[in-house]
């Protein structure tokens, strides 16, 4: 039986109930059996010492050949309930006497050929010898009704399934009550780690419901959250810092996971490319197309090569905006390898850079200009 998807609570009850049945047959089953033998033993032992103890009385019928004697004596087994039949049988091999004397010699066996016994059905047929000293003087026979054996057995069987059923009834209430015990703190253990999962809130603590090792185990995971909670604050707060650290620089941090090219940008980004938050789609084309068409191919030939040798790249290139206006964005980024050395993903910052460039144009403008004045000096 397969229980590893199951729920806690029925997996319990299934385990205990299990447990129950099994002990509940495994005492029931050796009670039964030994009934079962010591009753077929009673029986053949009684049956047994019955038909010696007729044998013994038709000695002399069977000496003087007195037929009427023989019946006399056999009739009197109908004392005991259980013998069906009974025939006696000279040392010719014919048929003196039986019982029940209204029954024709036809209902009965012919002479046995061998002494014993055998269980038949719901019979015991026992053929035994009748002697007188060592000389043999023919044969006796007996059938034994066994029905009220299967009868005791069948009340033993119902006995046996009502003890069970009341047991199983009473195990599966004792159960239900115990599985509790042990299944509603696990229970809340994981609707807590669902909530934590699911709303990211490590405020949440797990009820204590002991001090033994679900109590244990509720306390390490409640310091588990104190400790991801105190984390996760310290994480947003620099984070919080570093975004504002980024902002006043102009600069903006993006992400790039190399197998499905997708590319994530944080809100300053977009700013650098002239969008609102949320307006770019992650994807490398819709990238390239805010690139301006003379740094495109530049800019992947960067990126390319620092994939395949797994380092940094710098680049410099024009974006267009939205509006036709041209600016000057300066990009560092890393690549960022498995434990089997093949690139995985790419991060970096992107940096806005119009002014500076402008601000180089124009020096270098005004240096032209001082050198065309100082040659026309001259």
Known sequence: MNLRDVPIKRKLTTIIMLTSSVVLVLVSAPFIAYEWITFRKTVLENTQTLAEITAANTTAALSFEDDKTATEILSKLQADE???????????GEMVAHYPAKQTASDFPLVPKNYGYKFVSAQLHIAS??????????????????????????????IALIVMAGSLLIAFLLSNWLQKQISVPILELAETARV????????????????????LFTDAF???????????QALRQ?????????????????DQILETGLIRWD??????????????????????????PEDREGVSRQITRAQ??????????RVIWPDKSVHYLASRGKVLLNEHGQPTRMTGVTLDITKSKEAAEALSLLAAIVESSDDAII
């Open 308 to 317: 395949e040798r797994g380092g940094e790249f710098m680049t410099e290139y």
């Open 82 to 92: 259980t013998i069906v039949r009974a025939s006696l049988y000279n040392r010719e």
């Open 267 to 292: 809100s300053y980004v977009h700013q650098l490319y002239g969008m609102k938050p949320g307006e770019f789609d992650g994807r490398g084309e819709t990238l390239a197309q805010h690139i301006h």
């Open 129 to 158: 010898p009748v002697r007188e000293g060592e000389t043999w003087l023919g044969s006796l026979y007996l059938i034994t009704d066994l029905s009220p054996m299967y009868t005791r057995f069948t009340y033993y069987g119902i």
């Open 196 to 215: 934590v999962s699911v709303q990211r809130d490590y405020r949440v603590r797990a009820r204590k419901y002991g001090t033994d090792e679900l109590g």
């Open 222 to 232: 409640n310091h588990m959250l104190t400790e991801i909670h105190d984390r996760d």
């Open 238 to 254: 620099s984070e919080e810092r570093l975004r504002l650290a980024l902002e006043a620089s102009g600069t903006g941090a993006w």
